[in-house]
C-alpha cells in the first residue's frame, strides 16, 4: 500500500529565505506526483505536476524534484514570501489508468516579515 | 482560468439526514472524483467517476455513498444516511484526462450534529 510522507511537519522561516520542503513516498510505481497548496479552510491549488519520465519542473519561484527510484521529491521555494503561507501537500498517481491520488499530510509553511 | 466549482461552500445537517454536494466541473473534463478530508488528517480518495460509471472506489465509500451525474454540468456525491464521522472537508476533482494532473474545487465542509 502507498505511503506518502512529508517532513517537517511545520517550517518557519524569515522572509526571503529559500527553502525546501520533503516527501517520500514508499512504491516507487508512480505515474505522477503532482505539488499543491492548501489555504487554511480552502481548496487545493495544483502547483506543479511531475510525470513519472521527468526529474523535475520549474514555475516561478518554485521548483520540484523527482527521484522515483528513491521515492524522494523536493519542493524548492526561492525567495520566500509572507504570501507564501500555506499548507502544502505532495501527492502521487499510482500506475497508469488509477485515477486515484495518495497525499501527504502536508507541510505548513509559515514565512514571517 | 478554469474552475471546479462547488456548492455549498458549508452545510450543516442532523446525524441521521441526507445530504447532496453539489460540483461543476470544468466544461471539458470527462473524469470526476471525490475526496475529503477530516479535520487534521489527509486528504484521502473517495471515489472516481467516468463516462457515467464508477471507475474506482475507496473502502470509505459504502453503500451510504452515492454519486451521479444528472446532467451535462453537475457532479453530486449524495449521503444517504450521514454519521457524526462523515464531517470533514470534501472536495470535488476533475480532469481532462486521467494521469495528467487534477483539478480541485474550493471544497465543501460539512457539520454533522
Known amino acids: 500500500k502507498q505511503e506518502v510522507t512529508q517532513i517537517p511537519a511545520a517550517l518557519s522561516v524569515p522572509e526571503g529565505e529559500n527553502l525546501v520542503l520533503n516527501c517520500s513516498f514508499t512504491d516507487s510505481a508512480i505515474y505522477n506526483l503532482q505539488w499543491f497548496r492548501q489555504d487554511p479552510g480552502k481548496g487545493l491549488t495544483s502547483l506543479l505536476l511531475?510525470?513519472?519520465?521527468?526529474r523535475e519542473q520549474t514555475s516561478g519561484r518554485l521548483n520540484a524534484s523527482l527521484d522515483k527510484s528513491s521515492g524522494r521529491s523536493t519542493l524548492y521555494i526561492a525567495a520566500s514570501q509572507p504570501g507564501d503561507s500555506a499548507t502544502y501537500l505532495c501527492?502521487?498517481?499510482?500506475?497508469?489508468?488509477?485515477?486515484?491520488?495518495?497525499f501527504g499530510q502536508g507541510t505548513r509553511l509559515t514565512i514571517n516579515p | 482560468e478554469p474552475e471546479v466549482t462547488q456548492t455549498p461552500s458549508h452545510q450543516v445537517t442532523q446525524m441521521g439526514q441526507e445530504v447532496i454536494l453539489r460540483c461543476v466541473p470544468i466544461s471539458n473534463h470527462l473524469y470526476f472524483y471525490w475526496y475529503r478530508q477530516i479535520l487534521g488528517q489527509k486528504v484521502e480518495f473517495l471515489v472516481s467517476f467516468y463516462n457515467n460509471e464508477i471507475s474506482e472506489k475507496s473502502e470509505i465509500f459504502d453503500d451510504q455513498f452515492s454519486v451521479e451525474r444528472p446532467d451535462g454540468s453537475n457532479f453530486t456525491l449524495k449521503i444517504r444516511s450521514t454519521k457524526l464521522e462523515d464531517s470533514a472537508m470534501y472536495f470535488c476533482?476533475?480532469?481532462?484526462?486521467?494521469?495528467?494532473?487534477?483539478?480541485f474545487g474550493s471544497g465543501t465542509r460539512l457539520t454533522v450534529v
Open positions: 511531475i510525470q513519472s519520465s521527468q
Open positions: 476533482a476533475s480532469s481532462e484526462v486521467p494521469n495528467y494532473g487534477y483539478t
Open positions: 501527492a502521487v498517481e499510482r500506475v497508469m489508468g488509477a485515477q486515484k491520488l495518495v
